[in-house]
């Protein structure tokens, strides 16, 4: 499916999900590590979200939105399309940071799933949209996160362009979408935006207008739509820089592996 000629994106719209519970309090029928669902706050926010959405002019609206593929980022995102009446891809390259796995014995982190393996819990995603990227499983240093999140947005933007889609929205976790935004809005590295504030609450939007080769931030972490505003607010003071955690154990079986190596992305630091 391409567009020959057709405008590149010029419009993107990052959505983190909204309130989720607490990981180590859930226990549900969800078999999928480290995998929470939303809150009934959540759910609110979801319906205030797609509200905001809807809110805004019809030029204006995303034509498409790219999700990260855990519960609380899809459950986040489908309300949005139903109430747009566009369509949502699951796109492993969008998921949640997990640290560098250590103790080194203490082996992988999961990994992410793709449209394949959600389109029964959620039907109507478009399986049109194949993976552009898996994070390592080994898990990310922040700088590694901060590269990966740059080259998973030049995958989607070359996407887009292909596709003629012009105006999309992304829904991810709080450490992806502020090392998204502050990569797409440097040709730098990392070093030079690591201070570089972005607003990451339950269920608030940053806009991001092309500007030449980088990204114009028009709003930062927005959630006046939202009843009670902003809430968890996350970044990365919350966390060390050499911050690390442990993998899934060293006999656990990854259900989710990638049968494609290659899209596995390592940063060359």
Not at 43 to 57: C, R
Not at 90 to 100: D, H, M, S, T, Y
């Amino acid at each position: 499916m391409t567009c020959l000629g057709c405008p590149m994106l010029t419009t993107l719209y990052v959505a983190r999900h909204a309130h989720r519970m607490n990981a180590n309090h859930f226990g549900g029928g969800n078999v999928i590590p480290r995998d929470p669902p939303l809150t009934a706050r959540g759910e609110e926010q979801t319906g205030e979200l797609s509200s905001f959405f809807a809110s805004l002019p019809a030029e204006e609206q995303p034509q498409w939105i790219v999700c990260s593929p855990y519960t609380r980022c899809l459950r986040t995102a489908m309300p949005v399309a139903e109430c747009l009446h566009i369509p949502v891809g699951v796109e492993p390259g969008l998921a949640e940071w997990f640290a560098p796995a250590f103790p080194q014995d203490t082996g992988v982190h999961p990994s992410p799933r793709t449209g394949e393996h959600v389109v029964d819990e959620f039907p109507t995603i478009s399986l049109a949209w194949t993976p552009l990227l898996y994070p390592d499983p080994h898990g990310e240093t922040i700088p590694a996160l901060h590269e990966r999140m740059r080259e998973v947005m030049r995958r989607i933007e070359k996407r887009c362009a292909a596709w003629g889609i012009e105006r999309v929205l992304l829904v991810s976790h709080a450490a992806s979408i502020i090392a998204l935004g502050r990569m797409i809005q440097t040709i730098a590295s990392y070093e030079d935006v690591r201070e570089m504030p972005i607003r990451a609450g339950t269920a608030s939007v940053s806009k991001y207008t092309r500007a030449g080769n980088v990204w114009h931030q028009e709003y930062n972490g927005a959630t006046s739509f939202l009843l009670h505003g902003e809430e968890r607010a996350w970044d990365f003071s919350f966390v060390p820089d050499n911050n690390t955690e442990p993998g899934m154990g060293p006999d656990w079986h990854d259900p989710f592996t990638p049968s494609d190596d290659s899209l596995v992305f390592r940063a060359k630091l």
